[in-house]
């Protein structure tokens, strides 16, 4: 049974009008955005740690306005879908689940998968279960593969340090430093106090940011860690998708995924296009070149694949 929704508070409905429906995915309710056409084609757009739809607010008008259908999903343990407080339930394989059956009950065709961060291996993940469906990809500062440890995840402050099993909770659950602090700390453009709160005040609740210390501890360094099996799944089927038009698009600034890994992308995608690079945003590039990049985005499937079915 879907539970209702949090209601959203009024200061937030102000910067994001759109109204959050909820479904129900493998016994969870996931929340998500869906404006546009019905009949038009269906834009996904996946956000990754510690950010929720809100971070899509910029692409939402500029997509519909130019017929698409645009859904925007929180995954389960994220945004204002269910919490789970365990890891077992916030796995890269349920989280790909989810989608899936988020994709199979909108009944989704000629889908076009957007995803940055997280929103790269498990867009992907999802798409590849549907790829009879899938019409275009659009990959933002993200990664589909294994054995690429850049600087950041191999540095101990802040990274190996929020690995840490004592250390790690301190400061990711009792501090909150990365879900009340991440997208507000690294933007480029400079955030609004409500704008960093509307980031922030979905994972307020006790314990309720499990996911933000769980999706760091599954990003697989090496063979064995957990998400390795998973990760290098997506990266060997990659070849399969060498039909799909497919774009990238990268912040050079991110130290997270810095323009080291859009190369390695190419070299697995080589059909993609791109990589087109936008100065002045970091990590969260969405909100802090949204409307340069949506453009993009949009020019990208005007030329390729087009808004009708």
């Known amino acids: 049974m879907t539970r209702k929704l949090l209601e ?70 994220a945004g204002y879908s269910d919490k789970p407080r365990v890891d077992s339930a916030l796995t890269m394989p349920h989280h790909i689940a989810d989608l899936v059956a988020l994709m199979d009950q909108l009944r989704l065709r000629g889908f076009v998968v ?60 009792r501090h909150k430093i990365l879900s009340h602090a991440g997208p507000s700390l690294v933007s480029r453009r400079g955030m609004s106090e409500t704008e960093a709160r509307a980031y922030h005040h979905i994972y307020d609740e006790a314990d309720s940011d499990h996911v933000v210390l ?32 497919s774009l990238l698009i990268w912040a050079p600034e991110d130290n997270v995924f810095p323009i ?3 190369n390695r992308l190419k070299e697995l995608l080589p059909h993609a296009e791109g990589p087109i690079t936008f100065d002045n945003a970091a990590h969260f590039l969405q909100d802090d070149r949204g409307p340069d990049i949506a453009r993009s985005i949009v020019e990208f499937l005007d030329r390729t694949v087009g808004r009708s079915l």
């Open 8 to 77: 959203k508070p009024d200061w937030l409905k102000a910067i994001f009008p759109w109204e959050q429906r909820a479904i129900t995915v493998n016994g969870r309710t996931m929340a998500y955005v869906d404006e546009g056409d019905p009949g038009a084609r269906p834009v996904l757009l996946l956000h990754g740690n510690p950010t929720w739809g809100f971070l899509y607010r910029y692409f939402i008008p500029p997509l519909t306005g130019s017929g698409y259908r645009v859904i925007v999903p929180d995954w389960v343990g």
């Open 114 to 173: 957007v995803g940055q961060d997280w929103g790269g291996p498990q867009g992907v993940g999802a798409a590849l279960q549907r790829q009879e469906r899938l019409d275009a990809m659009v990959m933002m500062n993200t990664w589909l593969f294994t054995g690429n440890v850049g600087r950041f995840h191999s540095s101990s402050r802040p990274w190996t340090t929020w690995h840490a099993p004592l250390i790690g909770q301190f400061f990711m659950k």
């Open 214 to 245: 769980t999706w760091p501890r599954t990003i697989p360094m090496r063979e064995g860690d957990r998400g390795w099996e998973d990760m290098l799944a997506i990266e060997r089927r990659l070849p399969e998708l060498s039909h799909v038009p």
């Open 260 to 262: 080291e890994y859009a």
